[in-house]
């Protein structure tokens, strides 16, 4: 559950912050200006939809794949062959011998084993990736209607202003993710290289892949996101002030 509360808190905050911030300059332009804004409202909710859906798939894409690993790698690399930490009995303190009675002996009472209920330490991971890839997979077409509704609107207005801007917005998203996650993948590439991996330990190492390998993958999504986007902007025509005008 928490998989999901962390990306909803982000993205209130992403999107509350920015709309008062929208109603109070709006409410400070009519005070001093006297003039009343206009705002799209319809396609501000496309905007909102869109941006807010495709970085609750992209959170659920990045989780899903990080609990892909971790369960591919139990395979190889399972918590059984961690011997397990086995406590000391608690040391018996001088008790002073007092004479007891002789009791008959009972016969034992007969002892019916219990089954050990069957633990699958994975069923955690694969129930969370179940999770992260159903969120995916709600999502994604959620964004995919409203970002192709929002586009076909930004076109027939000719108001590009607002769909630049989401989609610069999306592309800083998705290169920042980018330099964070390649960081992380090449930093586990310099330290195996360095020796800084307990290879002797097979969950330090389990840990290690699972972490640098994510962490190249989260980068390929991450730049994937940010390269659709920068052809989307490429293929728009030019802003006006940045057109020639021939005389």
């Known amino acids: 559950m928490e998989d999901v509360i962390i990306p909803v808190v982000i993205l209130t905050l992403l999107i509350g912050l920015p709309a008062a911030g929208l109603v109070v ?103 969370r990736a179940a999770q992260s890839a159903a969120l995916a997979l709600v999502a994604l077409p959620v964004w995919w209607i409203h970002w192709r509704r929002a586009r076909r609107l930004a076109q027939e207005s000719d108001g590009l202003f607002p769909l630049r801007l989401y989609l610069y917005g999306t592309m800083a998203v998705g ?42 993958l989260n980068a390929i999504i991450a730049l994937a996101l940010w390269l659709y986007h920068w052809r989307t902007v490429e293929s728009l025509p030019p802003p006006a002030s940045d057109r020639v005008v021939s005389k």
């Open 25 to 127: 300059l709006l409410v400070l332009v009519r005070r001093v200006t006297g003039r009343t804004l206009t705002v799209d409202l319809r396609g501000l909710y496309f905007y909102l939809v869109s941006f807010a859906s495709l970085l609750l798939a992209f959170f659920a894409l990045i989780n899903a794949t990080g609990l892909v690993l971790e369960l591919a790698l139990n395979a190889y690399y399972p918590a059984e062959a961690v011997a397990p930490v086995v406590l000391a009995p608690p040391t018996p303190t001088a008790v002073a011998e007092t004479p007891a009675t002789p009791s008959p002996p009972k016969p034992p009472e007969p002892v019916t084993p219990r089954p050990k209920p069957a633990y699958d330490p994975s069923h955690w991971a694969r129930q």
């Open 175 to 216: 290169l920042i993710a980018t330099v964070i996650m390649a960081g992380r993948a090449l930093g586990g590439v310099i330290q195996w290289g360095l020796g800084g991996v307990a290879v002797e330990d097979p969950i330090a190492l389990r840990i290690f892949w699972k972490d640098m390998l994510s962490a190249g």
